[in-house]
């Protein structure tokens, strides 16, 4: 069926009368048929409690070829899912959720969801453009050079090329510091993106930080506390947030809780871990790396100083002087997790329990990097980073699944392209049907709440670079793409200077911020981009509904009733969207054929009026 032509639903404003409904209240949801369907009803069914529910939507209205049926949904449950039936004068049944149109029922889990919580997400995340700190290899400022070297690392000149392998794959020191990344910040405005998240800036014994020895202070080798005071002032004068990266499913084994526990089985912090043996000596860790010994989130004493409460670490770096605007949480899906054990819940809703107490309008984001549906249902996280829906179907429509050797932290060379740690021969080739398959089916378990609140990278400091197996032309297509899907769109520090890397460390390169003239048309595509994204606020809030699907282009139109833009992506070929009148091409002309990103700015949807409310 061709996709701009089937019955159409999302949670989007054109469609659902609010995204914060209160237990109990009645929300208005209405769903578009083709008016040449023959139709002879229109259901919602919902399941609250687990028990079906069905009310009966009401024809209110055509325009521009469609017939817009409305019924009343009473929200029963935090998470209230509901989907459309479609009953045919033949007899004939269609069914209507987040996974699409279906001739079958379809599964709970698919269905489209209203979340019933008072802790709305803060409004400035739909619009947020989000830009990856490395702290180490962002940029370092003169007072780095006094600094004594810690001794866990290898010291580095910024143009030294990255070491992948072990040691130094974690202890190559370039000395980045948080004044660096002040002193570069009108680079950041100028770019135009609007929220900074910074890797761990606590004190560990690697380079990436991700194994910290406290959460009480700022790295000293990073400035200290009073340079992330520095640089959150000077963001927030420029009008940027900045997020924090904790890490919540483990600390390093250099840390002041662990060091009091290893090897002392009354210490009140021994309860913090999972210790194994008598003496205190073996424990759980992260994946079997022994210097990141994982939480016992069952732990009272642990919950108080870290996570619950006004004395705790979540809520001090969100406080003034500090005033951090979030929180990206690490390895969140396996957080409070260990076999039988299953304390994420708790975890994540305590987490922003706290947050909110200080200050409401903060973030929270998980890293959940394969499929986030399970944990994002509107009772913690406002959105996940993950792969699954967006960016490993990019990259296996719009690589070439070729590229350079690469060094692991074995010091092994690879021949084979990095993919995101999966073994399967490298990178999968991807239609742009299998890309819209893949986006459907990663994103019909989430709410659409969420979905806004869902990160977008091509990559991050855990992944090689896209740029480095990207087939030729496919950079702007993929950055496009970032951009103008439902989600928080992310740039990794050093796209936007056309950097590569074959994986994760190999990605970690000191920005060159001398190359920046030569970087100029890089920075400029990004630039352009960005401006696209931040000029039109139906790309943050807007419904997302297919026009095109092929294996070489793909098509949708962003809508609201007062704007909406179409988008189109083409890997190779000369396909083109047929343009509806009134359409102004907002990044030139797409060219007659090869590799191509497009928009268009079309007419506000023509619907009838919402019906009064009962």
């Not at 687990?50 to 998470?79: F, K, M, Y």
């Not at 249902?377 to 960016?391: E, I, K, L, P, V």
């Not at 026009?547 to 949708?556: K, N, P, Q, R, Y």
């Amino acid at each position: 069926m061709n996709p701009s032509a089937a019955p159409h639903h999302d949670g989007s404003p054109l469609h659902v009368s609010t995204s914060t409904p209160a237990l109990g209240e009645t929300v208005r949801v209405r769903m578009r048929v083709p008016q040449d369907w023959d139709v002879a009803a229109v259901r919602t069914r919902s399941n609250p409690d687990h028990e079906p529910r069905w009310s009966d939507a009401v024809l209110t209205g055509t325009a521009d070829g469609w017939a817009w049926w409305e019924a009343d949904v009473v929200v029963q449950n935090p998470r209230h899912g509901y989907r459309f039936v479609i009953q045919l004068a033949d007899g004939g049944v269609w069914w209507l959720s987040q996974a699409g149109l279906s001739k079958t029922e379809t599964l709970d889990a698919d269905d489209f969801a209203l979340v019933a919580s008072d802790d709305a997400p803060p409004s400035w995340m739909p619009d947020a453009v989000m830009y990856q700190i490395f702290p180490d290899r962002f940029a370092r400022s003169a007072a780095a050079d006094d600094r004594p070297t810690p001794d866990w690392a290898i010291p580095a000149s910024w143009d030294t090329p990255v070491d992948p392998a072990l040691p130094g794959r974690s202890q190559q020191f370039y000395g980045g510091d948080l004044d660096g990344v002040v002193e570069h910040l009108d680079h950041l405005v100028d770019l135009g993106v609007t929220l900074l998240y910074l890797t761990p800036v606590f004190p560990g014994a690697s380079n990436h930080r991700y194994d910290a020895s406290s959460f009480a202070v700022v790295d000293p080798l990073l400035g200290g506390d009073e340079a992330l005071i520095r640089l959150v002032d000077a963001a927030h004068a420029r009008g940027l947030k900045v997020i924090g990266d904790l890490t919540s499913n483990h600390s390093g084994d250099r840390h002041e809780w662990f060091r009091a526990a290893w090897g002392n089985p009354t210490a009140p912090e021994s309860a913090f871990y999972y210790f194994l043996d008598d003496r205190n000596l073996d424990y759980e860790c992260w994946l079997g790396t022994r210097s990141l010994p994982k939480f016992d989130w069952s732990s009272e004493e642990l919950r108080r100083r870290f996570i619950d409460g006004p004395d705790s670490v979540v809520a001090k770096w969100l406080e003034p002087p500090y005033s951090l605007d979030g929180w990206r949480i690490d390895v969140a899906n396996m957080t409070g997790r260990l076999g039988t054990v299953d304390l994420n819940a708790e975890v994540r809703q305590t987490i922003r329990r706290t947050m909110r107490a200080v200050n409401p309008d903060t973030i929270l984001l998980a890293e959940s990097t394969n499929d986030a549906s399970s944990d994002t249902q509107g009772d913690g996280w406002h959105g996940a980073m993950t792969y699954t829906d967006f960016t490993r179907p990019v990259w296996g429509w719009l690589s070439d699944g070729t590229g350079p050797a690469w060094v692991d932290a074995q010091g092994q060379t690879n021949a084979e392209p990095w993919f995101f740690g999966q073994p399967i021969g490298g990178i999968p080739g991807y239609t742009g049907g299998d890309v819209v398959e893949a986006y459907t089916r990663f994103t019909a378990g989430i709410p659409w709440r969420m979905r806004l609140g869902t990160m977008h990278p091509l990559d991050t400091h855990d992944t090689a670079r896209f740029r480095t197996h990207a087939r030729p032309g496919a950079v702007p297509v993929a950055v496009g793409l970032s951009m103008t899907l439902p989600g928080i769109p992310v740039v990794w520090a050093g796209d936007e200077f056309g950097l590569t890397g074959g994986d994760g460390e190999n990605s970690r390169t000191p920005i060159p911020w001398t190359d920046r003239d030569a970087a100029a048309e890089t920075i400029e595509l990004y630039r352009s981009l960005i401006r696209l994204r931040r000029d039109h606020a139906v790309l943050a809030t807007g419904g997302l509904r297919w026009t095109h699907v092929s294996d070489e282009a793909l098509g949708f139109v962003r809508e609201s009733e007062e704007a909406s833009v179409l988008v189109f992506a083409r890997r190779s070929g000369s396909e083109a969207p047929e343009l509806p009148a009134g359409a102004e091409p907002l990044l030139g002309d797409l060219p007659p054929e090869g590799p191509a990103f497009a928009a268009w700015t079309v007419p506000g949807v023509a619907a009838p009026a919402w019906r009064a409310a009962s």
